[in-house]
């Protein structure tokens, strides 16, 4: 029975791992179509190995937690999201509507086909404070993807886990701007984000 959910559990990573590629090709595709806000975060390296890995890892200990086979999908929606929003805020420093609206319209449409209001509710209460925060700072302090971003993770996670999750973001966020004398220096945040939403999902008890 073991070997039966260890053999299950590495499919599902593999498969995880390789949605996360595709994201990170069709983000970076996307990408040379985006022209960075000289405003905005200095261009980076994306760690793209690192971001399969945790996609294989994400699709790995979903099902040892429990969930549920017709969910897997839905959550092979949200790695890909998390690995391409990655990916696009740090390479170009923006968070392209595909890769947030789109996955959260899919997450809310299958949450309505089963009558749960829980997921649009959740990124309500989670993304309107943030959304208030990014119209206070401009879109410097906080990003209109960011904002997106939470609401995706929010609706997903569920609001009480992702306030959590997101309180650690950006506590982490402010540590390492500090620590690089950039504390003014706008970031790209969506990395803190992604961390934070799959740390929620792949630890028990988060």
């Known amino acids: 029975m073991r070997a039966t959910a260890w ?9 995880y791992a390789a949605v996360a590629a595709v994201a990170v090709w069709a983000s970076a595709r996307v990408c040379r179509t985006i022209v960075p806000f000289d405003d905005g975060p200095r261009p980076g390296r994306p760690p793209i190995t690192a971001l399969i890995a945790a996609a294989a890892a994400i699709g790995f200990a979903l099902p040892a937690r429990g969930v549920p086979g017709t969910s897997l999908a ?5 790695t890909a999201a998390l690995a391409a929003c990655w990916y696009s805020d740090v390479r170009c420093g923006i968070l392209p509507d595909v890769f947030t609206l789109a996955p959260l319209a899919i ?7 089963s009558h749960n209001a829980a997921p649009l509710l959740s990124a309500a209460i989670v993304g309107v404070p943030f959304a208030f925060a ?4 401009r879109g ?3 990003g209109w993807g960011d904002v997106k971003l939470v609401a995706l993770g929010a609706a997903v996670l569920g609001w009480q886990t992702s306030l959590l999750a997101f309180a650690v973001a950006c506590l982490l966020a402010a540590g390492v701007a500090a620590l690089r004398g950039r504390c003014r220096a706008p970031i790209a945040f969506a990395p803190y984000l992604v961390a934070s939403i799959a740390v929620a999902l792949t630890v028990p008890g988060f």
């Open 107 to 113: 997450v809310l449409a299958a949450a309505a086909s």
């Open 140 to 142: 410097r302090g906080m």
């Open 134 to 137: 990014a119209f206070a700072s």
């Open 7 to 15: 053999g299950a559990s590495s499919l599902d990573a593999l498969a």
């Open 74 to 78: 839905l959550y092979a929606v949200l």
